[in-house]
């Protein structure tokens, strides 16, 4: 391998995180977070999948290992960023999750579309892009209520939001996270190549249930929907009611993909 290559695979592998490797698993979840979030919020899902499949979560750019990277301007760039290390890291078959913003960047890759597409894209918390926003926007706010959003919104934990010098270091990767997700549109859509299933909160503001059934007009391949308690942040107030519907959905993806292999 030559240093270019060498670097382009250091560079693009910085995508993932392994909680629990599981080399020889027969499918792997691929999990992207919301805006501001990193890779940990999955972390604990790992133990709590079915034994034959293997979690990988997502670290986007601005945050954890990736601090000082900056967030891309646009949903192309990042969007062909991380299709760049999906194909390069990804074997398949494999299914991709996102909750809210970390939906939206599924929805962007999937489009492109990928040499080596998912089974499924498993859409969580995330309106449909030809559905406005359901809240005003944020990102543009002075500090104060910046902040003040953030903790309203219930993403940000109240210790971080508590620390000055932290949210000094953070504010520029949140700001471009929630722009990216606030300005997110596609008024002419176009349908995605893969089944879907969508999840959503029964109680969430920031993308309620109609705006999340939405997906069902861009689902040619299939559509299958869950309803979870809680708001927005299902993810992790209901996360046992949430991984035991991705654990269906991974035994159902298994079981479509050998009907598909006629074995």
Do not use: K
Not at 1 to 27: C, D, E, I, K, V
Not at 41 to 49: N, T
Not at 87 to 94: F, M, V
Not at 226 to 232: E, L
Request: hydrophobic fraction near 45%; aromatic fraction near 6%.
């Amino acid at each position: 391998m030559n240093g270019t290559a060498g670097a382009r695979t250091a560079a693009s592998g910085r995508w993932f995180h392994r909680p629990l490797p599981r080399p020889q698993a027969r499918l792997r979840l691929v999990c992207a977070p919301y805006a501001g979030a990193g890779a940990g919020v999955f972390r604990s899902w790992a133990e709590r999948l079915p034994a034959d499949s293997e979690l990988v979560a997502v670290r986007l750019p601005g945050r954890e290992n990736r601090l000082r990277e900056r967030v891309p301007p646009n949903w192309p760039s990042l969007a062909r960023d991380f299709a760049a290390a999906l194909e390069e890291h990804i074997p398949s078959p494999y299914l991709l999750f996102g909750h809210s913003m970390g939906a939206m960047l599924v929805y962007e890759t999937v489009v492109r579309p990928l040499a080596r597409p998912p089974e499924r894209v498993l859409l969580s918390g995330c309106r449909a892009p030809h559905v406005p926003r359901a809240l005003p926007a944020i990102h543009d706010l002075p500090t104060e209520g910046f902040r003040a959003e953030l903790g309203r919104l219930a993403g940000t934990p109240a210790d971080v939001l508590a620390d000055p010098r932290l949210m000094a270091m953070l504010d520029p990767m949140l700001r471009a996270d929630i722009r990216l997700a606030e300005t997110w549109a596609r008024p002419a859509p176009d349908p995605l190549p893969v089944p879907v299933t969508a999840f959503w909160g029964e109680d969430d503001d920031v993308a309620p249930p109609d705006a999340v059934a939405a997906w069902r007009t861009l689902a040619p391949h299939g559509f299958r929907a869950h309803r979870i308690a809680g708001g927005h942040f299902f993810l992790h107030d209901h996360a046992r009611d949430l991984l035991g519907l991705l654990d269906d959905e991974i035994t159902l993806s298994l079981a479509e993909r050998r009907r598909s292999d006629g074995s």
